[in-house]
């Protein structure tokens, strides 16, 4: 680094490690609130830095690159998903992007068992009736739910937070693993799951779990054909993006019956406006984006997010870099 310390814009108020690593050799300024900091603020932000700092909530565009300058030279998310930065723009202005893979994998995994579960065990339900006063005698025939022991799982996305979801649920008893991505996943076998075509894991899968990227791809690909094909009690978890599906689609496929459950942890928009239709089912569990919420977690991705940004000013190897 020259002797002049580069500047990094930090897009919100984030866990200390991320902000300390970045201070020993940064000038650091920052948005130090924890709702994001207004469009028009951030483009006069980061006008003049050499590094951005930023969440899955704020759009890095063309725009917002141009309105940093020709000295911006990386921008690190503190996300593992980066369907907010548009790779091409950063490609055309030779900006590095760093995000966070790895270090939020098992407060995902972990998550989406307790996702899959409230929603199969119908726990929202329950918790309700201890309150409202519906919990009469025990009876054989109240709120049974489906349990994962000799269940199929389908996994959309094999990637690592896919497989250690399945290797989380595996003590459960499942019986069978299936999944379907792009590519094969060696780690596979140490869940025995098997590669499937998507139509043949939909048939087969008493639960589908969406693990996928959100790319022009996966966009809305948990539409009403898709739903139409799983089984009618099929259970549907999403703690990948909430772009990944139909919304409308999926609201009529739990209220007719289509299918049998979901637990969604991401939605469009987020937050959830409290008059949408998804959230006066009983049969849709509904988290607000809370699956990396750990604070070991948030502290690791905090403070990766800092050093991809200081890597990349040193013009050294990123830890995790995304390749575009
Ligand atoms: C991510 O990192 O992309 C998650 O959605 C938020 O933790």
Not at 30 to 39: E, L, Y
Not at 291 to 319: C, Q, V
Request: proline letters at 6%; aromatic letters at 6%.
């Amino acid at each position: 680094m020259s002797s002049v310390k580069p500047s990094v814009y930090v897009t919100r108020r984030v866990p200390l490690p991320g902000k300390e690593i970045l201070a020993t050799e940064c000038n650091v300024t920052q948005w130090d609130q924890d709702d994001p900091v207004p469009r028009d603020e951030l483009l006069r932000q980061v006008k003049g830095k050499d590094g951005i700092f930023c969440l899955l909530t704020e759009k890095i565009d063309e725009e917002l690159i141009l309105a940093a300058g020709p000295q911006l030279k990386v921008v690190g998310t503190m996300s593992v998903g980066y369907d907010h930065v548009d790779l091409a723009a950063c490609k055309k202005h030779n900006i590095k992007v760093g995000f966070t893979p790895g270090v939020l994998t098992n407060a995902v995994a972990e998550l989406t068992v307790a996702l899959l579960l409230t929603t199969s065990r119908r726990l929202k339900e329950a918790m309700a009736e201890v309150v409202n006063g519906g919990w009469g005698t025990w009876k054989p025939l109240w709120l049974c739910g489906q349990g994962l022991d000799g269940a199929t799982v389908g996994i959309v996305g094999l990637g690592r937070i896919g497989l250690t979801v399945g290797k989380c649920l595996k003590p459960f008893a499942v019986q069978k693993f299936l999944y379907s991505d792009a590519f094969e996943n060696p780690g596979a076998a140490e869940i025995d799951a098997q590669r499937v075509p998507l139509d043949e894991l939909l048939a087969n899968s008493d639960f589908v779990l969406a693990c996928c990227a959100l790319t022009p791809e996966t966009r809305e690909m948990f539409n009403k054909d898709v739903f139409k094909k799983m089984k009618k009690n099929a259970i549907f978890i999403n703690t990948s993006r909430g772009g990944v599906v139909q919304q409308d689609d999926l609201y009529d496929a739990l209220k007719s019956g289509e299918i049998g459950a979901a637990g969604l942890d991401v939605t469009v928009p987020e937050p959830l406006p409290t008059n949408s239709p998804l959230l006066t089912l009983n049969n849709c569990v509904i988290l607000p984006h809370i699956a990396s919420a750990t604070d070991k977690s948030r502290s690791s991705m905090s403070e990766l997010t800092a050093r991809n940004i200081l890597a990349a000013l040193n013009g050294e190897k990123m830890p995790t870099q995304v390749r575009i």
